[in-house]
């Protein structure tokens, strides 16, 4: 039995007790005795108790979205529809709207804040890079925050809708990337401008500095950590 075997036991027990503890020590402590583990091996699995629960849920969404994104046929699907097909992919992988909504206030807490940007930010890029997106510059990260930003939104949205099989959120979700796009083709027309084109030749040069991070494994550092089996 893995780690991550162990995390996934505790992640299934722990769901149930979320709805009415929240990503709590409680449900933590319940989720250790409902899957019979013993606690010594749980927090060795969850160093960080149940924030690491409530981190592979949302990445668990994560997975489910680019396997069901691989099994449909989206070929006939223009680019932004694409997108809007993958976040709506991601929402519908929830199992649980309630552990979102219990997510959501983990991760708005100061000392989680940064977990949580880091999660949003990771299902954004799983995204465009499912898209196949190539891009090393700037433009990686511009991609990543708009989208991030998108998702966001759309998660709050959808947190409080009641409409049937959430088309208000759907249709918020089309008028946001509809947003974007149009940033992009007002962005692509300045590029192409004679007259804008000189104003950012300054900017465009200090953000050409700005590369992706490299996704090659660095072999400068010591030591090398491996899933324990």
Known sequence: MTYASVKEQLLDAALIHVAFDGWSDATFDAAV????VAPELAHVACPRGVLDLAIAYHLRADVEMLARFEREDVSALRYSEKVT?????????VSDKEAVRR?????????????GAKLIWGTAGAIWNALGDTSTDSNWYTKRATLSAVYSSTVLFWLGDTSEEHA???AFLERRIDDVMRFEKVKAQVNGSAVLKPLLAGPKWALSFLKAPSTEPRNDLPGRWSERT
Request: hydrophobic share 40%; charged share 20%; proline share 3%.
């Open 33 to 36: 005795q409902d899957a019979d």
């Open 85 to 93: 097909t993958l976040v709506q992919f991601r929402l519908e992988a």
């Open 168 to 170: 208000d959120t759907w």
């Open 103 to 115: 997510g959501t206030t983990l991760f708005t807490l100061p000392h989680h804040a940064a977990d």
